[in-house]
């Protein structure tokens, strides 16, 4: 199981790669055959490949992102974060809660993200 | 798939019930067979009876709550909440992320809380 130091690390990681990183940074914090969920109830993403393209459509929007909290439990964290994107429409403002777990050295083996189209904000 | 207003309704219900009712009162929130992780990685706590003795550990404990930030997707809940509980050696105080799934009722059927001993205060 990795330190909770780790985990912190990889989620620190893992949101400034989403501001500034491209998919394919983004996707090489998961492991091999991770599963990503985003939003919750949707279909899952499965693996690097599928994940790559998942970030792909966020690659070229200027994005900020921000952690609000984060609780690390054994091999999982619950964040909760600020992301906003500038898109043509206006600068769309989202702050989900993301559960991940993570292998013995910190790479992401799974993620979700608990957030509804309620708590889009467009500014 | 229960309404995301249930859903709602259901983690208001909660937060309420652990500060203000019994154990019982708590258990009623989940269903028969619903399975709860306190803290994530530690030993499932599984079906009602058993979920009734969790909580019966808190019960002559004054507890506060409060919700800080709640985001529903498909059948789950992520929220993000403050725990106050009246000790003999003072305030413990916990913000937990807590993780929920509901049945079509809305009721309780797996509870995971993510926090760590580091995030306990006492005041």
Redesign the interface.
């Known amino acids: ?1 990795p330190e ?1 130091s780790v985990i912190r690390d990889t989620v620190a990681s893992y949101l400034k790669t989403v501001a500034t990183g491209s998919a394919a940074d983004v996707a090489a914090l998961y492991t091999e055959d991770a599963v990503l969920e985003d ?4 279909e899952p993403v499965r693996g690097r490949a599928a994940i790559t393209e998942f970030y792909s459509a966020l690659e070229n929007l200027r994005q900020e992102t921000e952690l ?2 984060v ?10 974060f600020r992301v906003r994107t500038e898109t043509p429409d206006g600068v769309v403002e989202i ?3 993301d ?1 991940m777990t993570f292998d013995e050295f910190g790479r992401i083996t799974s993620m979700q ?4 189209a ?2 889009v904000q467009v500014r």
């Open positions: 199981m909770p939003p919750v109830g949707s609000l909290a609780r690390v439990a054994g091999n999982s964290a619950a964040f909760h702050e989900p809660i559960v993200a608990f957030w509804s309620e708590d």
